[in-house]
């Protein structure tokens, strides 16, 4: 017994301090951390006005709303005359140079977001604005804008013309939620929403540097969905993101949507259910579930859809307000993680108020895939304290952040299993009105977690649009 106690000993120090070939310990990886290294002002007055409980410049599930590219960092807002608008500064300076749009917000909408993207084939950058279940409008730079940022004049004379097409390319009347994401190849590809929230599918378009592709929708509306409550026949799938891992395979997570509230317990809670999962090794061109079974073609007859199997990665029905579109990321190895967040069993079974029971008892979860390939969730021992979504990402170490509502940040580490989250930074000072939008590529440009938010306001009146740093573990 004593033996076996001393060799567990033994085997636990060796994991605790690796020794190298040369004899030299290996300190173990930090934890996670963040300290503050400064915030900058976007706008003194941006626009504000609260629709679907979110503001239109910092709704979390925009891609990008801020991004690092070869050392500058680009921020697109809307200011309180309605303009959109696109800044930029030299990673690590104060100051932001911007350019007026002659673009105008249409509406009072929050999902009116912009979204921005880079086709690093030929170095341009392109914005998707405006956009509610109806048309969109697009804008694109001059080639090679952010390949030679330094020598390029930052003018309106370096963005073409706002188009209602994707350079002639129509994609649909009923167009939401623009995501932009960069394929290993240096393509860009656009990811939206055809149709309405409870009646849509997801498409995906591409291009290669000259033409843009209309590639397809890749999921299905159809097929019938029954709870303990009622059946629906039409939904739409709403993703947590769409990303490229390290090794060039293309992850999302996603929530179901119903239309029918029959499947509810109460029609104040909210249709969600379920945590999906799926992903493409051929660019988006064929998506497969969790098995590795092919689930759906993009462009073709056969879509994802809500009677495939083996899509659920964690069972939960529409009675606990789950929220859409949370958050996800990948690690060094490419194994996907997410964040989503609902209302747990031990606070009831039936919200009957999806808003003011989230705000009162919602807690979100950090669902992860381990080296064994096992899905694994954790609670994250911090209340929402809002009805809005948080954000993830991961440091150079794969210690994770969660970045809550109003700006406050808890952290897990590696080492523990992700089982030690704590809060590191409580949002105190920011006055910050509630999601924040996340400069994901700058995390592993730099090593900052860097987030734009909007002071909270009241009414319509503007308010100040801020992007705060953190340094995090070097």
């Known amino acids: 017994m004593r033996r076996r106690t001393l060799l567990a000993g033994a085997l636990l120090s060796a994991a605790a301090a690796p020794v190298l070939a040369t004899g030299t310990a290996r300190a173990a990886d930090p934890g996670p951390s963040v ?19 979110g503001l239109v410049n910092n709704n979390s599930f925009q891609k990008n709303g801020l ?57 341009r950058l392109h914005l998707n604005m405006d956009s509610h279940s109806d048309g969109f409008f697009y804008v694109k730079s001059v080639a090679g804008l ?9 003018t309106s004379s370096v963005f073409g013309a706002v188009q209602t097409t994707l350079d002639g390319l129509a994609l649909t009347t009923q167009f939401t939620y623009p ?63 769409i990303d490229y891992d390290v090794n060039g395979r293309l992850h999302s997570f996603f ?17 969600n259910h379920d945590t999906g ?51 996800q990321f990948t690690d060094s190895a490419g194994r996907p993680h997410a964040i989503i967040s609902y209302v747990p069993g031990r606070f009831g079974q039936c919200t009957t108020d999806y808003v003011s029971d989230r705000t009162a008892n919602g807690r979100a979860f950090h669902v992860r895939k381990n080296s064994s390939g096992t899905w694994q969730k954790t609670e994250i021992p911090v209340p929402l304290n809002s009805s809005q979504r948080t954000k993830l990402v991961l440091d150079k170490y794969d210690n ?45 440009a730099d090593n900052t977690l860097s987030f734009m938010y909007q002071e909270k306001s009241s009414g319509t009146t503007p308010s100040a649009l801020h992007v705060i740093d953190f340094a995090l573990p070097a």
Not at 255 to 271: L, P
Not at 286 to 296: E, F, L, Q, S
């Open 35 to 53: 300290t503050r290294k400064g915030t900058t002002q976007l706008d003194a007055k941006a626009v504000f006005f609260v629709s679907y409980d």
């Open 67 to 123: 991004l690092t590219y070869k050392g500058y960092q680009y921020a697109t807002w809307y200011t309180s005359t309605g303009n959109a608008v696109v800044g930029r500064r030299v990673l690590g300076g104060t100051t932001w140079s911007t350019v007026t749009l002659s673009h105008v917000l249409k509406s009072s909408d929050s999902h009116n977001v912009i979204s921005m993207g880079v086709s690093k084939v030929d170095g």
């Open 146 to 154: 952010l390949d030679n940022p330094a020598s390029t004049s930052w």
């Open 179 to 241: 995501q932009f994401i960069a394929t290993p190849e240096g393509r860009l590809q656009l990811s939206y929403r055809v149709g309405i929230s409870g009646n849509g599918r997801n498409a995906l378009a591409e291009y290669d540097g000259s033409t843009w592709t209309a590639l397809g929708e890749w999921t299905s509306s159809t097929g019938t969905y029954t709870s303990e409550h009622g059946s629906s026949t039409a939904r739409n799938m709403y993703l947590h993101g």
């Open 255 to 271: 929530t179901w949507r119903e239309q029918n509230g029959a499947v509810m317990c109460s029609s104040g809670g909210i249709t």
């Open 277 to 327: 999962y799926v992903y493409s090794d051929d660019r988006g061109r064929t998506w497969r579930n969790n098995a590795g079974t092919v689930v759906g073609t993009t462009g073709g007859s056969d879509r994802v859809a809500v009677t495939d199997s083996g899509l659920v990665v964690d069972p939960l029905n529409p009675d606990h307000s789950l929220m859409n579109q949370e958050s």
């Open 400 to 444: 994770a952040y969660a970045i809550f509502p109003f700006g406050r940040i808890a952290g897990a580490s590696k080492a523990s299993g992700y089982t030690d989250w704590a809060v590191l930074s409580d949002g105190s000072g920011l006055n910050a009105f509630g999601e924040v939008v996340i400069d994901e590529p700058r995390v592993k």
